[in-house]
């Protein structure tokens, strides 16, 4: 049964999860666009793509790598310096061709801000995904496109590089070995222009670093090189999505001279008090605002004092599905909904808006808000070339670093939500949950620099699983990112799919949540009903070849894992199944109290099952034991607020792509693999 009206209009009047609020993020985005550079997706077919990987000189990892040695060696850059660069641009990836968010190309990011959003491919407008969200961005029409002399210097660094190199445009654009010769001679250009001698020791370069960010004030161009210089010391290889093996060796000694950052004249920006961010990232405070309107309405959050009133026990990754511009405009009206940091994608800059005492409305899980922190990245998740740059990877790991030791959380997949993990409050809001970040966030990527990597505990006798494909070369076909119906460009992925039998020809899994009507899970992009995601741990329901099984949403669900390329790794550790006797167990959405728990004046929530069942020999994952908790706050005076707390202890499990709860008196705790 659907939850009380009080906890109804907390999930909706917070948490929108249909088009009543998020369409301002689409007619707003639309008012943006002619003045902000959103996502431009490579106009090269999926088989073209394919071919370029199969033929590149460079298939056994050499060509590219030679490319950075010969332009390192003409323009008199030391070779770590280059790579270190080209690294926190791009993790040495040509992207197909396609530009960035801000326009740049290739593995050294020369930007041609011009030149991508007139060569930017049409997308129909008013088009949306399974959100209610904009699917892809409009696109800028060209009679706005600003010429190249009103864009400012760090939009257009490929012309710069063209002059220094006497090369082509056309060449820097599409020609990796080209791109990577003139980002060489603009970082040369840059030492020689700060009256810096050249050196061939990486460490005094720092200011010729710094400066190749394009950065505005002090703060974000030392966090860009202070991440080169983390690089170089401690080393990085890859392979490219071309086929291109790069490598840089670990240079831990290096030490730059940040006192170089003073020739840049970059102005300091004193931090608002307000804000909190650890000291060594960009961070402004631009507030959400806490305002009464309408007929006792009020928004965009609720005043709080946690840790001491509630615990923080997630933090929730989300992408905006619109630009920057959009996104701060939109958490500063009042109408709409909040959140408590925006990062940037072309820099990794931090915006906060709300306290962090405070709850912010973001997760479309009114349990999960109030006890959360919401992280919104700039981006979209059909165009993860463009918008999930190194730099705001790197940005976010060191804030949610901060976070978690601040509040004590745990740096794994229970504690660090995805927006897609979140689970529904009831059936009749499982349709409506958000699917960002999506299957092209690199999971793996991002705990490595949370310094969390996945990796394996135990053999294949542990019982669990969990979920960690490569993956550069983890490319399931997924559709409608462009068109209903068609398949996406071929990309990397963090997820793998389910299927009803240990067979790529198999159905895939049922999400009875998602469609009710028992049909079956599909390829969209944004269809969670048949995915297991990096990180996510769960019980182990057999092996079969190059197969293995997992418990999933109540049943058994194949996931290709050829012990040649492993897309999981064995782990144990407590799982629960229901008690001897109960075939099934109810899942819910959230964990409130016990009726009896409410005091007078705050309205019971109803405990509200969702129509999974866990049954009788199945087991998931335990992650977090809490009490049964309910905020009670609709009022603008916070001394109306309360937190009822119950006894019933509830235990979140991996039950499908999305968390659950199940109650601990339904079940028993035992160690995986007994």
Known sequence: MPGSAQDSAHDAHRNPSGPTRRTTLRTAGAAASAAVLLPLVSATPAAQADQRRADAPGADGGALQRAFAAAAAEYGVPLSVLLGVSYLQS???????????????????????????????????????????????????????????????????????????????????????????GGAALLAAAQKRLGLPPSEDPADWYAAVAAYSGADDAAAAAFFADEVYGVIRGGAARTTADGERVSLDAAPDVAPDTRQLRTLGLPSRARDPRVEAPKDVSCEWIPAPY??????????????????????????????????????????????????????????????????????WHAGNWYVNAKSIGLEHEGFLTAPDA????????????????????????????????????????????????????????????????GAPFQRTVGSSGGLVTIRPDYDTNRPVYTDCETAGEACAPHGSSAVRLHTAPSADAPLVKDIGLRPDGSDSTTGVNDTGARATTGQR??????????????????????????????????????????????????????????????????VQAVSPLPYKLLAGQSYPLGLRVRGEYLW??????????????????????????????????????????
């Open 291 to 360: 305002e009464e309107f309408g007929d006792g309405d009020y928004g965009n959050h609720d005043l709080g004092d946690r840790p001491s009133s509630q615990s923080v026990d997630y933090i929730v990754i989300h992408d905006t599905e619109g630009s920057w511009d959009t996104t701060i405009k939109l958490v500063q009206d009042p109408t709409y909904v909040s959140w408590q940091y925006t990062l940037r994608s072309s820099d990794g800059h931090i915006a906060q808006h709300v306290p962090l005492k405070d709850v912010a």
């Open 387 to 450: 918008w999930y740059t190194e730099a705001m990877y790197r940005s976010s790991a060191r804030l949610v670093r901060y976070l978690a030791k601040r509040f004590d959380i745990s740096l794994d997949r229970q504690h660090i939500l995805g927006h897609d993990n979140v689970p529904g409050t009831t059936t009749s809001t499982i349709k409506g949950m958000h699917t960002d970040p999506g299957p092209y966030w690199d999971w793996a990527h991002y705990f490595t620099l949370l």
């Open 633 to 674: 706050a609709t009022t603008f005076d916070p001394a109306g607020h309360k937190v009822v707390r119950g006894q019933d202890v509830y235990y979140q499990i991996q039950f499908g792509h999305r968390v659950a709860f199940v109650r601990a008196a339904d079940v028993t705790v035992r160690r995986s693999g007994k």
């Open 91 to 181: 993790r040495w990836d040509g992207h197909g061709g396609a530009p960035s968010v801000t326009g740049g190309y290739g593995p050294m990011h020369l930007t041609d801000a011009h030149t991508a959003l007139l060569t930017a491919p049409h997308h129909s407008q008013g088009t949306e995904d399974a959100r209610g969200d904009l699917a892809r961005p409009l696109r800028v029409p060209k009679a706005t496109v600003p010429q190249p002399r009103q864009l400012p210097a760090r939009l257009r660094t490929l012309s710069r590089a063209a002059d220094l190199t006497g090369l082509s445009a056309e060449a820097l654009r599409g020609d990796e070995s080209a791109n990577v010769r």
């Open 538 to 603: 769960f019980a182990v329901a057999g092996h079969e070849g190059d197969w293995t099984a997992i418990w999933y949403l109540g049943q058994r669900a194949w996931f290709q894992n050829p012990k040649r390329r492993p897309t999981a790794v064995g782990a144990e550790g407590l799982v629960v199944t229901p008690k001897a006797g109960a075939a099934e167990v109810p899942v819910y959405g959230r964990a409130y109290p016990e009726k009896e728990a409410y005091p007078d004046g705050v309205p």
